[in-house]
């Protein structure tokens, strides 16, 4: 975890596997960096190589976590690996995700012949 660039925002970096394994883990280290912001926490996903339900699992944990009231969460997410996922759970829609890789911000479209 880091400092953000701006006072009370928290940068929480996550790289690897998200799955049932980690989960634990996962949710430990984000309740540690909600409860060191008092606005803004970026949840950064760019170095997430597999991102299963237990990692969807989180993100709704996180959003419905009492320390989360009042604070904003942010996702960088620059892979299909994550918002692949989040486009198919309907999550994409409802958090605020940046840095989104090309053509995830809608269905793919069939090759025009």
């Known amino acids: 975890?880091?400092?953000?660039?701006?006072?009370?925002?928290?940068?929480?970096?996550?790289?690897?596997?998200?799955?049932?394994?980690?989960?634990?883990?996962?949710?430990?280290?984000?309740?540690?960096?909600?409860?060191?912001?008092?606005?803004?926490?970026?949840?950064?996903?760019?170095?997430?190589?597999?991102?299963?339900?237990?990692?969807?699992?989180?993100?709704?944990?996180?959003?419905?976590?009492?320390?989360a009231a009042g604070k904003h969460v942010r996702v960088v997410a620059t892979s299909r690996v994550v918002t692949g996922p989040l486009e198919l759970t309907g999550l994409l829609d409802r958090l605020d995700v940046s840095g989104m890789p090309t053509g995830a911000d809608g269905p793919e479209q069939p090759p025009r012949r």
């Open 1 to 67: 975890m880091a400092k953000g660039p701006e006072p009370g925002h928290v940068v929480a970096a996550v790289t690897g596997m998200l799955d049932a394994a980690s989960n634990p883990l996962l949710q430990n280290t984000l309740l540690r960096a909600l409860r060191r912001t008092d606005r803004l926490l970026t949840l950064d996903l760019s170095g997430v190589t597999f991102f299963g339900s237990a990692g969807v699992t989180a993100l709704v944990w996180l959003g419905q976590h009492p320390e």
